[in-house]
């Protein structure tokens, strides 16, 4: 059965800094584009970014300005977002999720969420 475990959130301060991570299973992490996808409270889901299976390809929501870093090492099968400056609006449960192929949709798989709370 797939699996995504993410984990890395965290209670941080406005201005600081968190690197979420995903590790994966059943299935060879490095034919799949991979997502991050999140959900704010009592908001609707929100994409984030994605990454092909290699990583030669990334894209970032543009509300991010350049904050946000994804990357992953298919050796480890780990799907990792930095995230740099955060702000209170980052506030979110963040999701890891797999793409049914290397495009970066449809999805497939989703991870049980991390919270991530930006707060003084």
């Known amino acids: 059965e797939v699996q995504l475990v993410e984990s890395g959130g965290a209670l941080v301060q406005p201005g600081g800094s968190l690197r979420l991570s995903c590790v994966v299973s059943e299935f060879t992490f490095s034919n799949y584009a991979m997502t991050w996808v999140r959900q704010a409270p009592g908001k609707g889901l929100e994409w984030v970014s994605s990454i092909t299976g290699g990583g030669g390809m990334l894209e970032y929501a543009n509300s991010l300005n350049g904050r946000f870093t994804i990357s992953r090492d298919n050796a480890k099968n780990t799907l990792y977002l930095q995230m740099n400056s955060l702000k209170p609006e980052d506030t979110a449960v963040y999701y890891c999720?797999?793409?049914?192929?290397?495009?970066?949709?449809?999805?497939?798989?989703w991870g049980q969420g991390t919270q991530v709370t930006v707060s003084s």
């Open positions: 999720v797999k793409s049914r192929s290397n495009y970066y949709r449809p999805y497939a798989y």
